[in-house]
């Protein structure tokens, strides 16, 4: 939260907004006690003309100007009213004090407080807002001892509403004024009096200030302290992810393990384990994410992560969803259709086309599924920018859908309970319901069924819900259906993914990507081994009009997984991928020239590359790219971009690779060599097929160098885009 964000906020759900006229085609009649502030000048104005009385008219026309916080108004009625014989209620008084404070007129705030004390007598009090405004003033103006005593001593008005946003948000911008001034021990003393004198109702926002005040003076122990304060005090954690990004980015491992500690006892181990992942990734340390969901017995908690893709999105934060798409790659107990499409709304909304339609690319090197909903909204926003669309896009309308309605019309008593136990949590009770039952339930209330099961770790009666649901000809909601897959997966239930994947056409298993599921399965269950036996006997046996249904099914993404996590069984992959390649299929030994490759094993990789791939017109090395980034090795692009320069591939596919060269040399700083890298770039391709944004950064720096830029900036639907393929 941001200073203008909480005072927006608090403006909204303070009740003092005045409404604003809207033009009329007829004149109806407005009570003066419904009017805003146009309205009742002009009113007041017609009744003083006639010399008629107006004073009441004129106190509500000083509340209204208070909510506005229109000092002005206020001060020009004051001159009028001090010519008469009006008197001021106490209400009135109270107002005045308010908006002076709100415009940091001390004297003016103190003559009125005096005012009301003087009519008021025993009676004196003032509502909390007004004295913490009051209060704030005062310190601001550099007399904290006069502030805290306003706090402790002012008499508070207890007949209010329950306390509102707008309160909450004038305390919070109290206590983060001292937190960004750096004044630990004010900050610290007014929270105090504001918790003894039960100003506040205690939360993590309210807390917040008391650990920045120690990341704004760099003081991360106190910070930890502060924080572990206040789980002890409050069960709370405040500014958790802030803290954990400042300890990351000092490397201090001690303090970062203690602070999962503390969060662990508040939000429990897999919550405290997620949030983690985030502060990870928010820091750009991927591997280090990628480490903990690779944590054996770690639970799938795909809502943490699409609430995180989805507040990313919405903030801009376009490098936290970058990062999560890699530290999940290859994971396959992880839906990662939603990083993708939120990844895919924020180049949209920043009219990256380029990146857009590179993440449908890097979907078909990693053998995943788009969703309909990826296909839809990419599709039409390439139509929109003139780029031709390489997929054929899903019908915006699907017959299952309309089954579901026709089946919601015919719904009885026993599914709106049925619904009503889902909705409480009842798992059981909507069980019990669905056997007693004779109704038909809908896909959409079994696939809520299935989800709910498998939230409560039931895996067993989510797949028999779900293979009941197959054997009736249908298809549970993809995003149930792929949580469902990804839990066997994760838990290594090869078994059950075979029941599944015996009821599933082609069609189905690759909008799923269930090869992947299954490989990923075989590696959990310690059966990597007899899984790469089934490959070879399934490439033995085929016939030549087989070849294409297998080269389908072998998982591409999967194999990198077997390869990096059981070396021993290299040489065996190797063996099963000539075969393919005998038959045609290149696609498992360009996995494993991959593997070798960025593993540095040059003589392996050499072997494979001048036998099988380097007269291939399509090479995958989008993970030499990624590992390029992630390592900032220039040295592994420049070696890509030597072999892919005697290949066959497209002049799109170098550029793709001289832009990685290009981006981590400028992220190295290595000023001069990316300048003569560009220079040797534009000889070999076309400017047109390099990332726009890396001959941006290139221009920047030739400008930073007093060096004229005499290249065209490709355009945003550059050609290149139109070979989706290169990679």
């Not at 940091?104 to 405004?133: Q, T, V």
């Not at 090795?633 to 596919?653: M, P, R």
């Not at 793709?656 to 534009?682: H, P, Q, R």
Request: net charge negative.
């Amino acid at each position: 939260m941001t200073d203008e964000i909480s005072s927006l906020l608090g403006k909204l759900t303070s009740g003092e907004l005045t409404p604003v006229e809207f033009e009329k085609k007829s004149v109806s009649y407005v009570p003066s006690h419904q009017m805003n502030i146009p309205q009742l000048e002009q009113l007041i104005h017609n009744l003083s003309s006639k010399n008629q009385d107006t004073k009441g008219l004129k106190r509500q026309l000083m509340t209204l100007y208070h909510r506005a916080k229109d000092l002005d108004k206020t001060e020009k009625l004051l001159e009028d009213l001090s010519k008469t014989d009006f008197v001021f209620t106490s209400g009135l008084y109270a107002q005045l004090i308010d908006l002076y404070a709100y415009h940091d007129k001390l004297d003016k705030a103190l003559e009125y407080y005096e005012k009301l004390r003087e009519k008021e007598g025993s009676n004196f009090a003032l509502d909390e807002g007004k004295i913490i405004r009051l209060a704030q003033l005062f310190i601001k103006c550099g007399r904290f001892e006069e502030g805290i005593k306003i706090l402790e001593d002012t008499p508070r008005d207890r007949k209010q509403e329950e306390r509102n946003f707008s309160y909450a948000s004038l305390v919070w911008r109290f206590l983060n004024s001292l937190a960004e001034e750096g004044s630990v021990d004010k900050l610290n003393q007014v929270f105090d009096v504001l918790l003894k004198k039960e100003f506040i109702d205690v939360n993590n926002v309210l807390l917040g200030p008391l650990i920045k005040v120690h990341l704004v003076r760099n003081e991360l122990d106190a910070a930890l302290e502060k924080f572990e304060w206040c789980v002890n005090q409050f069960k709370a954690t405040p500014w958790k992810n802030e803290l954990a990004c400042k300890l990351i980015q000092a490397e201090d491992a001690e303090k970062l393990q203690k602070l999962t500690d503390l969060s662990t006892a508040v939000h429990g181990e897999v919550n405290s384990l997620y949030d983690l992942v985030f502060a990870f990734v928010e820091c750009g340390r991927i591997r280090q994410a990628r480490k903990i969901l690779e944590t054996p017995g770690l639970q799938n908690r795909p809502q943490r992560i699409n609430t995180a893709c989805e507040r990313y999105q919405q903030e801009g934060l376009t490098k936290p969803l970058e990062g999560l798409k890699d530290a999940t790659k290859d994971l396959y107990h992880i839906d990662r259709s939603d990083i993708y499409y939120q990844l895919l709304l924020t180049y949209i909304k920043q009219d990256e086309d380029e990146k857009a339609l590179g993440l449908w690319t890097q979907l078909q090197e990693e053998d995943l599924a788009a969703t309909d909903q990826f296909l839809l909204t990419l599709g039409n926003y390439l139509k929109q920018k003139g780029v031709r669309v390489p997929f054929v896009m899903p019908e915006e309308s699907q017959v299952p859908n309309v089954r579901v309605l026709e089946t919601e019309r015919r719904q009885g008593p026993s599914l709106a309970i049925f619904r009503q136990k889902l909705k409480s949590g009842d798992v059981d009770g909507a069980l019990e319901i669905k056997r007693k039952s004779k109704e038909r339930f809908n896909i959409t209330d079994l696939s809520t069924l299935i989800e709910k099961l498998l939230q409560s770790d039931r895996v067993n009666e989510a797949t028999d819900t779900a293979i009941n649901i197959l054997k009736n000809g249908n298809l549970p909601v993809n995003r149930v259906f792929r949580f469902l897959l990804n839990k066997l997966a994760s838990t290594g239930d090869v078994e059950s993914l075979n029941k599944i994947g015996s009821l599933i056409n082609q069609d189905v298993k690759r909008m799923v990507s269930f090869d992947n599921r299954i490989c990923h399965a075989n590696l959990v269950a310690g059966k990597a081994e007899e899984y790469l036996n089934k490959l070879e006997r399934d490439i033995d046996n085929c016939t030549e009009e087989d070849v294409i249904g297998i080269s389908e099914h072998f998982p591409r993404g999967g194999a990198y997984g077997i390869l990096e996590r059981h070396p021993e069984l290299i040489q065996q992959y190797e063996n099963i991928a000539i075969k393919y390649a005998t038959k045609g299929v290149v696609a498992p030994l360009n996995v494993l020239w991959t593997h070798y490759f960025v593993n540095e094993n040059t003589d392996k990789a050499e072997q494979i590359w001048n036998t099988y791939l380097k007269d291939s017109p399509r090479i995958m090395f989008q993970k030499i790219v990624q590992t390029a980034r992630d390592k900032q090795d220039e040295n592994l692009a420049k070696k890509l971009i030597q072999h892919l320069k005697i290949s066959n591939v497209t002049e799109g596919a170098i550029g793709n690779a001289y832009s990685c060269l290009l981006d981590v040399l400028v992220g190295k700083e290595k000023i001069e060599e990316a300048v003569d890298t560009f220079e040797s770039a534009i000889k070999d391709v076309n400017i047109e097929t390099i990332n726009r944004t890396a001959v941006l950064r290139i221009k920047e720096i030739y400008e930073k160098l007093e060096k004229p830029f005499n290249y065209p900036i490709p355009p945003r639907n550059a050609k290149s885009l139109q070979e989706p393929n290169q990679n």
